[in-house]
Nanobody, 119 residues
Framework: QVQLVESGGGLVQAGGSLRLSCAAS????????MGWYRQAPEKQRELVASITRSGSTNYADSVKGRFTISRDNTKNTVYLQMNSLKPEDTDVYFC?????????????WGQGTQVTVSS
């Protein structure tokens, strides 16, 4: 059983910062790409940022220059440092990981953490 547990969401004023963390646990052979997505009510989930095992990153245009994704492979953890937050960043943020286990490779999702940015 694999679990992704997120932490670090909350309420912050516009211009502020938050750091999200997501730790993977359970029976795993390797964790491939990890990423953060966000979703507003009645909207599609969208990619915020992703990072490969070797450290290559990809960002949505709306967060480039403000958000930084990183990971610690020794801790099976991915982070999202969010700076210069805007009210439009308000969403539920979900962690995603592409994980290989013996005989299977699939995507896993965290439970989501709320980020609210007040104006």
């Amino acid at each position: 059983q694999v679990q992704l547990v997120e932490s670090g969401g909350g309420l912050v004023q516009a211009g502020g910062s938050l750091r999200l963390s997501c730790a993977a646990s359970g029976s795993m052979f390797s964790i491939n790409t990890m990423g953060w997505y966000r979703q507003a009510p009645e909207k599609q989930r969208e990619l915020v940022a992703s990072i490969t095992r070797s450290g290559s990153t990809n960002y949505a245009d709306s967060v480039k220059g403000r958000f930084t994704i990183s990971r610690d492979n020794t801790k099976n953890t991915v982070y999202l440092q969010m700076n210069s937050l805007k009210p439009e960043d308000t969403d539920v943020y979900f962690c995603n990981a592409d994980i290989s286990r013996p005989g299977i490779r699939r995507n896993y999702w965290g439970q989501g953490t709320q980020v609210t940015v007040s104006s």
